[in-house]
């Protein structure tokens, strides 16, 4: 049995990135064919639990009409991060920690007069992938210009160049089979990297740092299993959050463990580790368990309440294009994966899915292929996840142990993510006016998705946008790979920097990193601020057009985070100099790893690979 047909876009895949890009041609007015073979087995799998961050929550919520699961869904507080909780019963005063509430005071939910807007900006959830994958294969009845070819994979592809593209796809037991015929592809294939290994798209990564990623999604957890003695904190106003209501990061030498929470008592716990500094050649699955087992604090996760269980030994990919000239579009896993940190995997994908998409409509509603658009984004995507790898890669080495490094490499992250802030509004304004279809925009909609066109990446936030997308990605490398290489030259020669928290919240968005001279004489180095109450007189009225302050976020953030690493710069600087000083008048109490040299970027690099002990004895 065989079967062509014939549409304007052929989606290749059905996971939750690929149906999110058949909705939004749907909503487009193009005819669209999505190909992948559902097994039962596929559309019953717990994978992942997930968190919806920056722009996965606006996008899945307005294209996706996954408003109402969404509000259902776990609710997602914050992020909190931790380092030093090996061998702990609880948070404690050698516990460096770090941490963001997100979730917007009531009184700023009620000055919102868009409830719609206020969750489409503001609520984001913590969701199980395979559920809103069933619900957004449901909507698709919903256009009758997408139709679902669910029972085989793709076998071939042959590019047209004036001429539609032809994709064969045949079932697993090849009883039948077929042909799709269309002017547009797009690859959402996952780690299969169908067109990315076709067309030889993959960028090498031969630094040196890789890693592997092991989770399970659990039954049976409920709020019992966090004590509130255990898991509160309590910010200087009084007010109190529970930890366990945000996504939970817990860090060591080499690794991090993440807990995200979910409805109906799940919850997904993984684990990232650096392959070559720990021994992960062993099964991956022993090799979660002897990590989880190290935390005291988690001893309620059991073998028996596993509901799925995976592993990836060698996680990350990057590759250097997502949308291609000769009409062919990259996106999810099929493209660029780097760590689950900050769960920006959907985040990214999506919202790359809409840049694409602006190209393609007006390729086949003008036969106008913008080649400029084209190489913008594959310039600031490409750059985005240069700076997501650059996030994570130094965390993972042994200036993690480095309180001050903890801290500030985190911030920079936050430098990051602050500064889209006025970019995640005018996507969340332009997605809630429109529901993605194009034909719903007014003057003001299409000149805002213009802007949106140029800066909507990490990479382009202004005041980014005012340099080359590959130049904004190597300042944030440096940015990291200069803390690191402080925290090791001070982890080397015996600096010992007390365990400090820095914890934000909507009203206090910023940490006292003015007061990292002084935490030596604090009696707890704490850099968490009060919270800010406007004056009463103040009456609040929040509008979906973005406020001023999110145009100044990147501006203003790049002022501190110059002040908080120039004192990291100088501090590490003067150390060294009365060591090098110590060290000629008592050449025997030299001490460092290094000889005191400091360390060059490729001493960082050595440094961050080192070997480490295997698994079974570093504990």
């Known amino acids: 049995m065989s079967q062509t047909v014939r549409a304007d876009v052929c989606v290749i895949g059905a996971g939750v990135v690929g149906l999110h890009n058949a909705l939004q041609y ?25 968190s919806l961050l920056i722009f996965s929550n606006p996008f899945l919520r307005t294209i996706g009409e996954l408003d109402q699961e969404l509000s259902e869904a776990f609710p997602k507080r914050g992020v909190w991060f931790a380092y030093g909780l090996e061998g702990k019963e609880t948070f404690d005063a050698d516990v460096t920690e770090w941490g963001f509430q997100h979730a917007i005071p009531e009184r700023w939910k009620d000055a919102i ?6 969750r489409t900006m503001f609520g984001d959830c913590q969701i199980v992938r395979p559920e809103l994958e069933a619900v957004l294969r449901d909507r698709l009845k919903r256009f009758e210009k997408i139709t679902l070819i669910d029972c085989g994979l793709v076998r071939d592809v042959e590019l047209g160049e004036d001429s539609d593209h032809v994709v064969t796809w045949r079932s697993k037991d090849d009883s039948i089979g077929g042909t799709v015929r269309a002017r ?23 630094d040196g740092f890789s890693t592997s990623a092991v989770w399970g999604q659990f039954s049976g ?10 898991w509160n904190f309590e910010f200087p106003d009084g007010d109190v959050v529970r930890r366990d209501l945000d996504t939970v990061h817990l860090w060591g030498d080499g690794y991090w463990i993440w807990l995200i929470r979910l409805a109906k008592d799940r919850i997904s716990v993984g684990v990232s580790l650096h392959r070559t500094r720990l021994d992960v050649d062993r099964n991956l699955r022993k090799v979660f368990w002897e990590i989880i087992r190290r935390y005291p604090m988690l001893h309620w996760i059991q073998e028996e309440d596993v509901l799925d269980f995976r592993a990836y030994r060698d996680v990350q990919f990057i590759s250097d294009t997502y949308v291609s000239p000769d009409r062919y579009i990259i996106v999810g896993d099929a493209s660029s994966i780097i760590d689950a940190y900050y769960s920006q995997g959907i985040s990214l994908s999506l919202s790359t899915s809409w840049h694409c998409a602006n190209i393609a409509e007006r390729d086949l509603r003008e036969g106008v292929l913008d080649t400029a658009y084209i190489g913008h984004v594959n310039n600031a995507v490409l750059a985005d996840w240069r700076i997501m790898r650059s996030v994570v890669k ?4 042994p200036a993690i142990a480095d309180s001050r490094f903890f801290i500030l490499d985190h911030w920079i992250d936050y430098l990051v993510f602050g500064a889209v802030t006025g970019g995640r509004w005018g996507i969340a304004r332009w997605l809630c006016r429109t529901d993605g279809y ?11 998705r213009v802007r949106l066109s140029r800066r909507l990446f990490l990479s382009q936030s202004p005041p980014f946008n005012l340099f080359h997308p590959a130049r904004v990605a190597s300042f944030f490398e440096r940015l990291h790979e200069g803390a690191a290489r402080r925290a090791i030259w001070r982890l080397d020669h015996g600096v010992s920097l007390p365990a400090t928290t820095g914890a934000m919240r909507a009203d206090a968005p910023l940490p006292a990193l003015w007061r990292l001279p002084f935490l030596r004489f604090r009696r707890r180095a704490d850099l968490t601020m009060k919270a800010i109450r406007e004056p009463s007189f103040i009456h609040l009225k929040v509008s979906s057009k973005p406020p001023a302050v999110t145009k100044a976020a990147g501006v203003f953030l790049l002022v501190v985070t110059g002040w908080a690493l120039g004192y990291d710069i100088v501090d590490t600087a003067m150390r060294r100099a009365f060591h090098g000083a110590r060290g000629l008048i008592y050449p025997a109490t030299r001490r460092g790893g290094n000889g005191g ?13 080192r070997t480490e002990p295997p698994l079974s004895q570093a504990s």
Not at 26 to 50: M, N, P, Q, W
Not at 187 to 202: I, P, Q, T, Y
Not at 394 to 397: A, D, S, T, V
């Open 221 to 230: 957890c409920t709020d019992a299993f966090f004590d509130e003695t255990l």
């Open 184 to 206: 547009w592809l797009v690859d959402c294939s996952g780690r299969a990297r169908l067109l990315v290994k076709r067309f030889g798209h993959d960028v090498p990564l031969t």
């Open 26 to 50: 749907a909503r487009r007015g193009f005819s669209v064919v999505i190909v992948d073979e559902l097994t039962e087995h596929v559309k019953s799998a717990y994978k992942v639990g997930e």
């Open 113 to 118: 007069e868009d409830k719609k807007f206020e």
């Open 394 to 397: 130094f965390k993972y080495g």
């Open 597 to 609: 040299k400091g360390g060059s970027a490729e001493d960082v690099a050595r440094e961050t690979t």
């Open 438 to 448: 194009t034909s719903n925009e007014t003057p003001d909609l299409a000149d805002l």
